[in-house]
């Protein structure tokens, strides 16, 4: 009997193992080798950061998610956001379609100048006349250095001198990537400077919930909780004026597919980079593609809440979009995938109606942003 006894555990041990094994996630991994190098000095390498069923990687050049796993509605991995697979193509990185930190000041200012305190700054113009996501040397042109690096989180630090690319003040940021208990990456920083200043930090991931490659997005389905976006001209610079979105094309106050607001041409019409048929006109009620600053509703004012949702009905994921700042640029790109920047207004500190971006010393910035995953 206690023999029986000893063999009926050893089988149910043995079940149990194999049960836990079947269920660990398999995730297909981009190899790290090609990030391998050193710049400027420094240790440049590929991070991985996993819990439970979602991991992700990350360089300490730039800051950029290389890469992030979740499982579709059938358990199978894929690569959501897009990417380069190795550090060579990250240093010609030039607001391409790839996932760096952003900062000074992510988005644009307009004319390359704003006025503080009474002093008029002229920073480095970098898309055409205007000043886009920082500069020259912003984040993601920086090698941060690795403070913490653990199984589940990321902490890394860089300092960005006072007068770089113009802007005043030496900003000190500490930029956190974790991967949350139900299944979202979490992107945190804090950042203090000794001198005034503006900052606005943000990243610039692009997400396909059907894995990149795997199509575009215009079958995905997006809400934003946004009853206004920033009216911008011709160069994407803000008017300074809100434009209310209900029945427009920029109305996603209640999921919507992307393909019935944005014009998908029909092949053979032409265009550059996917976004196709310039030369014909769009649609009553479509656009040609999305780079907009969304006006968040926030029920308090600092907390990090829900603003957006982000849903494939092909592979099943759903993605929340968390966060404590008041705008969300949408870029859809070449419709291949979107990014979702949570950030301040683009060109605050030219605009005093717009929420201030102003950092004194003494005070310390904070952003959260959480792109949790799940399937439905």
């Known amino acids: 009997m206690r023999r029986l006894s000893v063999k009926l555990f050893a089988l149910a041990a043995v079940v149990f193992c194999m049960s836990a094994n079947a269920a660990k996630p398999k995730f297909p991994f981009m190899d790290s080798a090609p990030f391998d190098t050193v710049i400027d000095g420094q240790k440049v390498a590929l991070y991985t950061i996993q819990k439970g069923k979602v991991a992700a990687q990350i360089t300490n050049y730039g800051g950029f998610v290389v890469s992030l796993f979740s499982p579709d509605k059938n358990g199978e991995y894929a690569n959501l956001v897009t990417h380069n697979n190795g550090i060579k193509q990250y240093l010609n990185y030039n607001m391409g379609m790839v996932g760096p930190a952003l900062g000074r000041y992510a988005n644009r200012i307009a004319n390359g100048k704003f006025t503080l305190n009474g002093v008029e700054y002229n920073i480095t113009k970098n898309s055409g006349q205007h000043t886009l996501h920082g500069g020259a040397k912003g984040f993601d042109h920086t090698v941060w250095t690795v403070l913490k690096a653990k199984k589940d989180k990321l902490v890394m630090m860089c300092v960005l001198p006072d007068g770089l690319d113009g802007f005043p003040g030496t900003l000190t940021t500490i930029l956190t990537y974790s991967i949350t208990k139900d299944g979202g990456l979490q992107i945190s920083y804090e950042a203090t400077t000794d001198k005034a200043t503006v900052v606005n930090l943000s990243n610039h991931t692009y997400f396909n919930l059907d894995g990149v490659g795997n199509g575009d997005i ?17 160069s994407n610079i803000p008017t300074g004026d809100l434009g209310m979105v209900e029945g427009s094309p920029y109305d996603f106050q209640k999921p919507v597919r992307i393909g019935d607001r944005q014009y998908s041409p029909a092949p053979g019409q032409g265009g550059r980079g996917g976004f196709g048929g310039f030369g014909t006109p769009v649609p009553e009620g479509m656009v040609r593609n999305y780079d907009n600053n969304f006006c968040l509703i926030h029920e308090q004012q600092g907390k990090v809440e829900k603003v957006a949702t982000l849903y494939s009905p092909k592979s099943g994921r759903f993605m929340e ?7 969300l640029q949408v870029y859809t790109g070449a419709r291949t995938a979107i990014a979702l920047e949570s950030q301040m207004y683009p060109d605050s500190p030219n605009h005093d109606f717009f929420p201030s971006t102003v950092l004194n010393p003494g005070e310390k910035y904070q952003h959260t942003i959480i792109y949790k995953l799940s399937v439905k």
């Open 218 to 234: 215009m079958d995905h389905e997006l809400m934003i909780n946004a009853a206004f976006i920033t009216e911008t001209d011709r």
């Open 321 to 327: 979009v968390w966060n404590n700042h008041p705008g």
